[in-house]
């Protein structure tokens, strides 16, 4: 740091630092803090002049008082005077102390922003470097205001230096992440591009951050790039260690810019042009082949940056995805590295292979490394690491070695880490069926997985298990058998059990014929663990006992004797209770006929997503995995397994990737099928298996879903309702307004009917008209859906004091509303006195079980009790200077937010209520108006001037409002609500 | 119970160690250098909870002294034995600094020892301790056997704060009533709060076992007396007599007498020890008055002027007088004129200091300041935090009395009227502040 280098060091700082140092105590350290503050402020009363070296001096400790954590409320006065020195370390010290000490809001920034300036326009590049730097550190808002324009200028200018244009190009980066809104495209872009091909490789380096940054948002603005990062790429590539002299980094010539380079590139697809892509395919392979030299050097260094750039152009090789060479040169690349000594290498090596697995060029040729990989899970030390090779494996995974795949992944599940066994039984469970070629060892393997690691299994994976064996009538009897030797184990999972009792329930006649597992047999070892489950599992356990009456009737007495015993009927669980007393009574009174259809064995489950693949893909969140599935499926559409299943998992995926979420599909769904009682529950994933029964029995474990998961929750968390309006129905605060409804309150300041809200259930008509300071408004409810809304009720509230300058009164609208109905509602407004808050419309309603409630502020503003009042222009200017006091005006300059259309205008102004005085200003661009509010107290007249200004400076479209009316709250209302308008 | 004692200096570094119960492992010394020296906050509570140990702590100058456990003992015990044990410690080597405790750390475990077994706290008499706990060797100080035995026997016995035999030429008594007298007042002279803590602190050289008996103006004893002998004035004895909040006796102090006739007696330890402590908080007399006037001129310039005022009988001197003045934190420059003792801005302290070497009761003396201020951007307010005093005076605040120190020796011929007692009142400054 030249700063404190000794010729120029500050003697005074050293020995206060070291007196810091040295202090025994906090207590004393404050002291000697505070002695040092003052000694300070009294050189800088301002008696005397200070030189630049004391100031640096005196500013320095203030910034090594505050970085010692306390706190400094003078000084910056002096450090902005530093600025404006022309010695390097006084100007260096001020740049700190702001860029440390300055937050944006202080008074001083047009100051600070001034000096900035000044360095930026001085030829001297240092102190265009310092001034660059400090925009980049403080990084706020209103510095990229202040020079969002001017730096893009700097990075272009022919005449720039290197090391500044390597500044600026940082520098507008930085601006550019913080607020992208402000850097504004232009012909720099193109200028920037070019900076590519500068001779500096500091400047590449820099320039290339920002373009990579900035193509990623604006893609097509910047494609010239590519072939310029290509060539720049193979002039680095193919260059000797030595050509690049400083930015050789052992032995590596410019590793950051090259890899910096191909992360460019995977912005973009492969180049069309054929000389493009060859010469980039050749960089590609000579990096390659670069991989597999010997090193030329022992040093990590060497290797580290050598495999950056390697592992760089492999990611930018499986971006493509089109070279079947390279991948497979790729990935032998990386089978090399799955057994070298380094672990992060290994871990990386994992980690690039997962996606060359989806790939269909190098599917095969990363197949081979299976035995590697497996060897890696038993055998790594790290869990991050063995949690990669578990991924492989799955991605690697196919119909060819899925029995081997999983039957390693099984027997690892029994020591794995408890972090990942969760995931570990999903994607078990998902090869299993997804490559199942017999169900029957589809089913062994479920079953194994839930001995092994019964408490990972979720939900899901079981609903899954009893889908799929009751799709399919070959596996059931094996499936019946199996579970029931299963259970036969002296303790087994209560997920086994529910297994267990589900698939009993329905198929225990398929093995009744053994003697070894005839009925009363297997009803007594499902009634064996009854009593060490959970409530939900007995209640399916109850359910299963009563289809066993139906499967067989020799069981009858016994069934009714265990649902007749206190612990059953007088059970203190009202679910459990419920059922006994129920599935008693059915068992009793129902004819043998009834009880057959009642308890008929569930119907085949319709095919869709498996919820299995659903709850991974949440897991793993929008990441890597569902894009590999994805490409998964694409890959594998011919080979389907089991009835279509494949083909519909994809497609859905490839629906559910695309940004609508199924739920809000199957909210979407206007006119589509009707909303019946399946449409509600559709988002619990617990429809899979259960929401056929539910459509079709008589609610046979229908009741199973846990009754957390009922509509309202649908409505309220859909995993993707990104997508605005049923969400947000649900607020479950009425007081709380739409985020939305100012906007709409301000759609209705110049005009008194038209459309309120909309959404996908509901749409809101208003219909308006005003006399005096008296109102009158229509409500129209209109019920988009097929389904009736019940106990519908609507309130108007005041909040706060409208409720004393507003009068509302609201008619009862009725309670029930038909699907595709409309109902009106009529409201009366008498305006008391000057309002500027608007009443809020509450609405409750009731559909399909769920209840919405919404809240939205009626649009009555203060303009609609307007009375135009015609007047000549002397008449006008006359009482426009009587409104001369300063509170009676209010002005407001503001952006156009449309094109200024004169008739458009007129239009907006006309429907605010007051009356266009035309001819009256002397400049014909300008409107001006006048009307009179009618309030029940007062009269307040309102004289308003609009200028337009079409070519205000930096070519934007201005307004200039100006309100005088005799009461100032009004004028401020006025302006507040107009502004918006225009 | 105290589970181990741990002494730090002020870097955190263990200098002592010593752990009484197996439930406390070396972690715990850790625990507490980061969790409390190191905090960051600047006020620390005297009792921390970490991963459900206890650590209550004091602090002497530079060192921390932490008792650890984790067991439910009674916090007020632990304190109570942390100030004991620092009183032995300044008994045998004078004031605790990080030196002085290096240089005696084989006392001070033999010290730990001896006063605290198994996190139970013994016998912590220094007059007591210094019989067996020497700081000499042996051959310097020959103890027979006989004595060895006495000393055990009187350690273990009933007044185990004393030993058998003492005898001294001239019978003598000294009796400090020392008090210290903590006030806040609003700037119109109003007491916001006030109260005095106060200790009884003897110095006996009394031959043999004598049983003494220690009067003073407590209201409770006066009224009674009032009420059993000749009526007096209640206004009068009101003046006379103090009542006392709470207070605490020297363990020697028959505590069953106490209760029923609440009268103090005692067979004192030879030597010097606290006898009592007490808390007063009505009728106080403040010794000072302190009349601030503060005067923003501007944003940038300040007027102080305070008055003191003495407020005791002009015949009785205070001593060390001290006003301390705060000053705002944008104080650039100050200056002062006083017309009695000696002021300086301090700025390591940021205040003004106004030393007075005597001030005799019933005066009064006014310094005026005038301080310079630098102009800040930020528009927070200066919290103006109040003026702090401290002086001397030769008498109690809190109106104690000692009305008297009678001395019975049965055996030896001695008599009350032989001793001759010494009593002195010192009244020091605890918290004395007035807001401005």
């Known amino acids: 740091m030249p700063a404190v280098s000794k010729g120029d060091g500050m003697r005074g700082l050293a020995v206060f630092i070291s007196d810091i140092r040295n202090c025994k105590s906090k207590e004393a350290e404050i002291k000697r803090i505070n002695k040092e503050l003052a000694n300070i402020r009294s050189k800088f009363k301002g008696d005397k002049a200070l030189d630049g070296y004391s100031k640096k001096k005196y500013v320095c400790k203030l910034l090594f008082i505050f970085l010692l954590g306390h706190d400094i409320d003078f000084g910056h006065m002096e450090a902005v005077n530093l600025l404006s020195s022309n010695k390097y370390t006084e100007k260096q010290i001020g740049y700190l102390f702001i860029s440390v000490l300055v937050n944006s809001n202080s008074e001083l920034i047009r100051l600070i922003n001034n000096a900035i300036k000044n360095d930026l326009s001085s030829r001297n590049p240092t102190f265009m470097c310092l001034a660059l730097h400090c925009i980049a550190n403080v990084g706020s808002r209103e510095m990229a205001e202040a020079f969002a324009g001017e730096i893009p200028r700097i990075l272009v200018a022919g005449d720039t230096m290197d090391s500044v244009k390597q500044s600026a190009a940082l520098c507008l980066l930085r601006l550019y992440k913080t607020s992208p809104d402000l850097v504004l495209m232009g012909e720099w872009t193109s200028r920037v591009v070019h900076l590519l091909n500068d001779q500096h490789m500091g400047v590449v380096t820099a320039a290339i951050s920002l373009i990579t940054c900035l193509s990623q948002k604006n893609p097509d603005e910047f494609k010239t790039c590519v072939s310029l990062a290509v060539s720049r790429l193979s002039r680095i590539v193919s260059s000797a260690s030595t050509d690049l002299q400083d930015y050789t980094y052992y032995f590596v010539p410019a590793p950051w810019l090259s890899c910096k380079l191909l992360r460019l590139l995977q912005c973009y697809p492969p180049p069309e042009d054929g000389a493009v892509k060859g010469r980039l395919v050749e960089c590609l392979e000579t990096i390659l082949n670069k991989a597999q030299e010997p090193p030329k050097s022992k040093k990590v260094q060497h290797s580290n940056a050598k495999n950056a750039i390697l592992f760089e152009a492999i990611s930018l090789i499986i971006h493509y995805d089109s070279e079947p060479n390279l991948l497979v040169r790729a990935c032998n690349q990386l089978g090399q590295f799955l057994q070298h000594r380094e672990t992060n290498l290994r871990y990386l090596a994992l980690e690039s292979m997962c996606t060359l697995a989806s790939s269909e060029f190098s599917h095969e040729a990363v197949k081979t490394h299976i035995e590697t990989v497996i060897n890696a899970l038993k055998t790594e030390r790290d869990v991050s690491v063995r949690q990669r090779a578990a991924d492989l494996l799955y991605a690697m995974c196919d119909r060819s070695n899925a029995k081997q795949i999983v039957a390693e992944m099984l027997s690892y599940l029994e020591t794995a880490d408890y972090s990942i066994r969760e995931e570990m039984v999903l994607k078990v469970a998902i090869l299993a069926e997804k490559y199942a070629v017999d169900y029957s060892w589809y089913v062994d393997t479920i079953l194994n997985l839930i001995r092994i690691a019964g408490d990972y299994v979720s939900e899901e994976v079981w609903y899954r298990v009893i889908q799929i064996v009751i799709n399919r009538d070959d596996v059931q009897g094996y499936a019946a058998k199996t579970v029931f030797e299963a259970l036969q184990a002296p303790a087994c999972h209560e997920n086994m059990v529910k297994v267990g009792g589900y698939i009993l329930g329905e198929f225990g006649n398929l093995i009744a014929g053994d003697p070894r597992s005839s009925p009363l047999v297997q009803f007594n070892l499902l009634h064996s663990k009854f009593h060490l489950c959970s409530v939900p599992t007995r209640a399916l356990l109850l359910s299963a006992y009563i289809k066993f009456i139906n499967l067989f009737p020799e069981t009858k007495s016994t069934i009714q004797e265990v649902l007749r015993s206190d612990s059953q009927i007088r059970n203190s669980d009202v679910e459990l209770q419920q059922r006994a007393v129920e599935y008693l009574k059915l068992s009793s009174i129902a004819s043998t006929d009834v009880l057959a259809t009642v308890l008929e064995e569930m119907p085949p489950f319709p095919e869709r997503e498996s919820s299995i693949l659903a709850k991974l893909k949440k897991k793993k969140g929008p990441g890597a995995v569902s894009v590999n599935e994805l490409e998964e499926g694409k890959r594998e559409g011919g080979e389907l397994n089991g009835g279509g299943e494949r083909g519909d998992n994809s497609a859905i995926a490839a629906s559910n990737a695309s940004t609508p979420s199924p739920s809000a599909d199957l909210l979407g769904l206007r006119t589509g099928p009707p909303v019946t009682a399946a449409a509600p529950s559709a988002g619990s994933l617990l429809v899979d298996v259960f929401s056929e029964a539910g459509v079709n029995d008589d609610g046979f474990l229908r009741d199973l879903e846990p009754p957390t998961e009922s509509s309202d929750s649908l409505l309220a968390e859909g995993p993707g309702d990104s997508d605005s309006a049923p969400p947000s129905v649900v607020s479950e605060d009425p007081a709380t307004p739409l985020p939305e409804s100012n906007e709409l309150l301000n759609k209705f300041v110049c005009k008194n009917n038209g459309v309120l809200f909309e959404n996908q259930l509901l749409q809101i008509g208003i219909k308006s008209e005003y006399r005096q300071n008296l109102g009158r408004m229509y409500l129209f409810y209109g019920n988009k859906t097929s389904v009736q809304f019940i106990t519908f009720t609507t309130t108007v509230t005041c909040p706060g004091e409208l409720q004393s300058q507003l009068n509302v009164q609201s008619k009862p609208v009725e309670p029930l509303i038909e699907g595709g109905a409309q109902v009106q509602q009529v409201i009366n407004i008498e305006c008391l006195t000057d309002f500027s808050d608007a009443p809020l419309l509450n609405i409750k309603f009731r559909y399909g079980g769920a209840l919405q409630n919404l809240t939205l502020k009626l649009p009555v503003t203060i303009n609609k009790f307007f009375q135009p009042t015609e007047m000549a222009s002397h008449d006008f200017f006359q009482r426009w200077k009587q409104l001369s006091l300063p509170q009676q005006e209010a002005q407001k300059i503001f952006k156009a937010n449309h094109a200024m259309d004169t008739e458009v205008l007129k239009a907006k102004l006309l429907g605010l209520g007051m009356a266009l005085l035309e001819n009256v200003d002397p400049n014909p661009e300008n409107f001006v108006c006048a009307g009179v509010i009618q309030t029940k107290a007062q009269q307040v007249g309102s004289l308003l001037r609009l200028e337009p200004n079409a070519q205000a400076q930096s070519g934007e479209q201005m307004y200039r409002l100006t309100v005088r009316s005799s009461k100032d709250t009004v004028s401020k209302r006025l302006c507040e609500l107009l502004a918006e308008q225009f | ?436």
Request: glycine share 6%; hydrophobic share 35%; net charge positive.
């Open chain 2, 1 to 436: 119970m105290i589970g181990g004692l741990f002494i730090y200096n002020h870097k955190g570094e263990v200098l002592i160690s010593r752990v009484y119960r197996d439930d406390i492992g070396r972690n715990a010394v850790d625990a507490f250098r980061v969790n409390v020296i190191h905090a960051r906050q600047q006020v620390r509570s005297p009792v921390t909870n970490i991963a459900r140990t206890s650590f209550f702590h004091v602090k002497r100058s530079n060192i921390w002294l932490a008792a650890v456990t984790k067991q439910n003992v009674n916090a007020a015990m632990v304190f109570e034995f942390l100030y004991k044990m620092c009183d032995v410690m300044t008994a045998y080597f004078g004031k605790i600094s990080e030196e002085n405790i290096k240089n005696n750390f084989v006392l001070i475990y033999e010290l730990l020892d001896e006063i605290l077994d198994f996190g139970y706290p013994q016998n912590s008499e220094t007059g007591a301790l210094k019989t067996f706990i020497t700081q000499q060797g042996i051959k310097g100080q020959p103890q027979t056997k006989e004595e060895q035995s006495q000393i055990t026997s009187q350690v273990t016995g009933q007044i185990g704060w004393r030993r058998e035999g003492i005898k001294y030429r001239r019978n003598e008594l000294f009796l400090d009533v020392l008090e210290s007298v903590n006030l806040l007042m609003s700037p119109q002279g109003q007491v916001l709060s006030a109260h005095v803590s106060g200790r009884v602190v003897m110095k006996s050289y009394l031959s043999g076992m004598p049983e003494c008996k220690f009067g003073m103006n407590d209201k409770i004893v006066i009224d009674k007396q009032g009420k059993g002998g000749t009526t007096d004035e209640p206004g009068k004895s009101g003046k006379q007599s103090i009542a006392i909040d709470d207070c605490t006796f020297h363990q020697c102090v028959r505590l069953s007498k106490f209760d029923s006739e609440r009268s103090i007696s005692f067979i004192p330890p030879d030597g010097e020890y606290e006898l009592m402590r007490y808390r007063t908080t009505k009728d106080i007399i403040l010794p000072f008055r302190v009349i601030p006037l503060v005067r923003e001129v501007g944003r940038t310039k300040l007027e102080v002027k305070v008055v003191i005022k003495s407020n005791f009988k002009p015949s009785l001197l205070a001593q060390k007088i001290e006003v301390r003045i705060p000053t705002p934190l944008n104080t650039s420059g100050v200056q002062v004129i006083c017309m009695k003792g000696k002021a300086k801005y301090k700025a390591s302290e940021n205040a003004i200091v106004w030393k007075i070497k005597r001030m005799a009761g019933m005066k009064e003396s006014q310094i005026s300041a005038e301080i310079e201020l630098l102009p800040t951007n930020d528009k927070k307010k200066w919290a103006r935090p109040p003026i702090s005093m401290n002086f001397e005076v030769p008498f109690a605040p809190s109106g104690l009395k000692v009305r008297y120190l009678k001395v019975f020796e049965s055996k030896l011929n001695y008599s009350d009227h032989d001793v001759i007692k010494w009593v002195r009142y010192i009244g020091r400054s605890g918290i004395y502040e007035t807001r401005c």
